[in-house]
């Protein structure tokens, strides 16, 4: 007979129960350790970052109840049809196969299940890589085998980060707590830019639920707001070679004028930037008053001629009109004096005509003459013979 299905039952019943104790305990004893795992710990460790809070409202909300229905429902399902269709409680199986409408509905809701995650899980996933404007930029190295933290903004140049060894960190934080931790302030949005110099790291701090490759040559971005002062550690999550388990990631976070006492222990400066915007702004300075006066003397004749733009506008047509109209009178003299050379050449060319057939005309007055002349000299000549011969 072995175990009756109360028997079983109850010890599901009681597996379930103290495994959901287990999980709803861990966070509860999470909140005096914040940052850090806890002893016999389950589930996630305590959210101290926005992010964080979504993605364990993913976890906590949506897929933890989704998983657990599915599972007792396949559980159930096997439980049922282990008792109900073993061989002895149903000797003559039935032979029939297929139902469309089981396998249509074992097709359909699996897929909108997956639907259903997939909304929560891009809205995270956006979140993730929808940056706010940064407070600090830490920019983070990973090397085989610590990590190296940079400030740009604050001109805190690269420190090394190494783990505390045995007999200096306390016990529970043995290959967690740091020697150099990374420093941020609380309550700020720190930009973590994430690379490595070696092989392939990846920088993990549960509390803050951020993980991201550290890869040689290329740079990842991430970011995080820590909501309470405190010590947060993450581990190398990235498989880097015999060291890969003494990396740890350290991360204090402090109030923001003991950040910036930090910062200035480095040799930084809060204001770096700022301080050097306005050393690149001095020569702009210099030339400054010059510029200053053009532009208050633009800004005065505008105020005085309200329409002032309006009116360039206007000047600027006119003087393209007039353009226009001068070149069309340039054309218009080109033509009339053309046409004019034209006449002139006609008219000299008639007068040159005219004068040809006057010579000609003249000419022939002389031919005439002269035969005139000659035909009076020979009768002339015939009268003075005639004269001769009467005598
Ligand atoms: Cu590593």
């Known amino acids: 007979m072995g175990m009756g299905m109360r028997a079983m039952a109850r010890l599901g019943g009681g597996i379930a129960a103290t495994a959901l104790a287990a999980i709803f305990a861990a966070p509860a004893m999470a909140q005096d350790l ?5 002893p016999a710990g389950l589930g996630l460790q305590t959210a101290a970052a926005p992010l964080a809070h ?20 396949v559980l159930a399902l096997l439980v049922w049809i282990a008792i109900r269709y073993n061989k ?29 995650i997939s909304l929560f899980s891009f809205r995270l996933l956006f979140a993730y890589h ?10 983070i190295t990973g090397n085989q085998w610590n990590w190296g933290y940079e400030y740009p903004d604050q001109g ?9 060894p045995e007999d200096k ?12 931790p990374m420093v941020v302030p609380v309550g700020q949005n720190v930009r973590l830019l994430i690379t490595a110099s070696d092989v392939i790291h990846a920088v993990a701090v549960p509390a803050f639920a951020i993980k991201v490759d550290a890869v040689p040559g290329r740079m990842n971005e991430t970011w995080f707001r820590a909501e309470k002062e405190g010590d947060y550690y993450g581990q190398c999550s990235e498989l880097c070679g015999v060291d890969h388990a003494f990396m740890p990631i350290h991360v204090k976070v402090v109030s923001k004028q003991a950040f910036a006492e930090w910062v200035a222990s480095k040799g930084g400066s809060m204001t770096k930037a700022a301080d050097e ?3 690149a702004a001095v020569p702009a300075a210099a030339e400054a008053p010059e510029v200053d006066a053009v532009r208050r003397a633009i800004e005065k004749w505008r105020n005085h001629f309200p329409d002032l733009d309006a009116r360039a506008e206007e000047l600027a047509d006119r003087a393209r009109a007039a353009e226009k109209a001068r070149i069309a009178a340039e054309e218009e003299a080109k033509r009339q004096a053309e046409q004019e050379a034209r006449r002139l050449a006609e008219e000299e060319a008639k007068l040159a005509a005219e004068k040809a057939k006057e010579e000609e005309l003249q000419k022939m007055m002389q031919l005439l003459a002269e035969q005139k002349a000659a035909r009076d000299a020979r009768y002339a000549a015939r009268k003075d013979r005639q004269k001769k011969g009467r005598r």
């Open 88 to 116: 002895r409680a149903n000797p003559t199986p039935a032979k029939w196969s297929h139902n469309t409408v089981i396998e249509v509905i074992w097709t359909v809701v699996p897929v909108l299940i997956l639907v259903g």
């Open 130 to 139: 929808d940056y706010p404007d940064s407070d600090v930029t830490v920019k």
């Open 34 to 38: 914040l940052g850090q795992p806890v």
């Open 169 to 180: 960190a306390p016990k529970h934080l043995y290959r967690l707590a740091a020697d150099e």
């Open 54 to 73: 979504e993605a364990h409202f993913f976890h906590n909300v949506v897929l933890m109840p989704v998983i657990t229905v599915i599972c007792v429902l």
């Open 277 to 279: 915007a306005a050393a």
């Open 156 to 164: 805190v140049a690269e420190y090394i980060s190494n783990m505390l």
